[in-house]
Each structure stands twice: as C-alpha cells, then as structure tokens.
C-alpha cells in the first residue's frame, strides 16, 4: 500500500528511552517515524515532514499536553491528524482523540493500537 509508506508517525515523549523503544517497534511495523521530547518540537518537525504526518502519538504526561491547546496546534500542521495519548498512569482525565495506550506496552499492542487509529486492519507495510 503505497500511501502507508508516505504516512508519518510522530511520537512525542520527554522520555529518550521511550521514544528509542517506540521508533523500533513501529518502524519494525513498516511506519516511518519522527520523534520529538515535546509537541512543540513535534510541531516544528510536522512543518518540515518529508510527508504527511498521519498520526501523533502523545505522552498524556508530557508538559505541554496539559494545556487546552496542545491538540489545535498540533493539528494546525496536519489537519486530518490522529491522536493516540500513552501513559504509565491511569487514563488521562481528557478524552484520548484517537485511543490509548498504557505504558508498558507490548510491541503487538502499540502496533495495533496505530492500525486501529488509522482505521488499518493490516500491517503497515502491506504485508
């Protein structure tokens, strides 16, 4: 599926270690990935994508998704953008857009959770 390539994933997390462990998985999965330690970073690397960012999956404790805003400005650089929020604490209080998904995660269940949002029921990659 050719469109699938082009698709981007931005993963924003304060956390190295998670964003390391999260482009393995999802680029094990066929995604191309981007990541970001904060949405504002993660809004700069929106405006200079090599292709359409299709999906943000957000650290619901990151600093700056705790403001009403966070979600508009992402959005702002990718109009149709999927949200998935993750979190090693209980759902967060403000509705996930697309899903969650708690930390720890599986690989399988992280994966899914991105087809799901997507509205893909295969691989990333077509297979």
């Known amino acids: 599926m050719a469109d699938q390539k082009q698709n981007i994933i931005l993963v ?9 462990l999260v482009r393995l998985i999802l680029s094990r999965d066929g995604w ?3 990541c970001a330690r904060s949405i504002r970073e993660g809004i700069r690397l929106c405006r200079r994508a090599p292709g359409r960012v299709a999906l943000a999956l957000v650290d619901a404790l990151t600093a ?12 702002a650089e990718s109009e149709d953008l999927k949200v998935v929020l993750m979190s ?15 930390k720890p995660f599986s690989p399988d269940v992280l994966c899914e959770t991105v087809r799901r949002a997507l509205g893909r029921n295969a691989r990333a990659a077509g297979r």
């Open 64 to 75: 700056e998704a705790h403001g009403p805003d966070w979600l508009d400005g992402l959005r």
């Open 12 to 20: 924003v997390d304060e956390e190295p270690q998670i964003l390391r």
């Open 32 to 34: 191309r990935v981007v």
């Open 88 to 102: 090693a604490g209980a759902p967060p209080d403000q509705p996930a857009p697309c899903g969650f998904v708690a």
